[in-house]
């Protein structure tokens, strides 16, 4: 595992995902407005992840701000929390970084702007730790539903590259793999943006853990033939009755689950739960470029004038969900009980 983000002299240090498996590249950025770009760009991705880069990005950008007094300084923040509001919509871990770094400057009005600048900083840094003991908590707590030698079915990238470290889905099946040493791992590929094909296998690939790469459209051979014993992916914001948005694709695989009546396992920090929205049908759904899909490697592979849909996640509706792994337990049905069960006492 290599470390996804971190801080070296006062800049942000990310590994350029657009460039694995072939490339271990590290971008730095002294610009707030770049940090937004390089997450629309995904330069770095995965709801945890994106998290942890706002909260960096906008300590960042305040370390910047020039301001005579408080109410200046607030506003400028003000600007900083719009444009990382608007990079990707759907992972809610990015509103949660905001809405944590704001209440973090209202509850220090009185301790003046350049201490101000210092907490943002600090609090940044603690999101990044948290993320990470919140991933190794998951880990354990997922292990504990596998079983020696399960076949794992998983999706996209929830690993570590996709948090500040360890991974949520990946977090499991790497908790496991300590566990036991003979559990197996199928990949799929996740079109158009290939997190599983590029990133995932390289992940399991350094970690020697066994790993199978499969195409989206092979998923329901492999289940329904028994090659499968379980599946668990990630999320990007898991609404209060536990529908669950994650990418594009991940429904069809909970409904596969379903009827081939295997394990359709979630797994995701609390900070991933929005409990302002009821169900899935009000999470926002990032809609990505269409060049993602009539483009392969910078190569068109769809005729001109085909008109392109782009959805970047789906969700799950939580009847679809076996469980919910938590860094505060494992979370079963009935979800809009027991999800805020476990939210009420991860803040008090
Ligand atoms: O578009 P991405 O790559 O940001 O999408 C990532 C996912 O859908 C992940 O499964 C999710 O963010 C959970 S990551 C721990």
Known sequence: MKPTIFWRDKKIIMMDQRKLPFKEEYQEYSDFNEVAVAIKDMVIRGAPAIGVAVAMG???????VKAKDYNEFKEKMEHIFKVFKE?????????????????????????GVETVKRLLYEESEKIREEDEKANRLIGANGAKLIKSGAKILTYCNAGSLAT???????????????????????????RPYLQGARLTTWELLEDNIPVTLITDNSAGYFISNKFIDLIITGADRIAANGDTANKIGTYTLAVLAKENNIPFFVAAPVSTIDLSIPDGKKIPIEKRNEDEVTHFLDKRIAPFG???????????????????????????????????????????
């Open 164 to 190: 500040a470290f360890y991974g949520t889905a990946l977090g499991v099946i790497r908790s496991a793999w300590e566990k036991y040493k003979n559990i197996e791992v199928f990949s799929c590929e996740t």
């Open 58 to 64: 906008i300590a960042l950008g305040a370390s910047r």
């Open 87 to 111: 990079t990707r919509p759907t992972a809610v871990n990015l509103f949660w970084s905001i809405n944590r770094m704001r209440d973090l400057i209202f509850r220090n009005i009185e301790s």
């Open 306 to 348: 085909v008109k392109v849909v782009n959805p970047a996640f789906d969700v799950t509706p939580s009847h679809f969900i076996t469980s919910i792994i938590t860094e505060k337990g494992v979370i079963k049905p009935p979800y809009d009980v027991n999800i805020s069960l476990i939210y009420d006492s991860f803040f008090h």
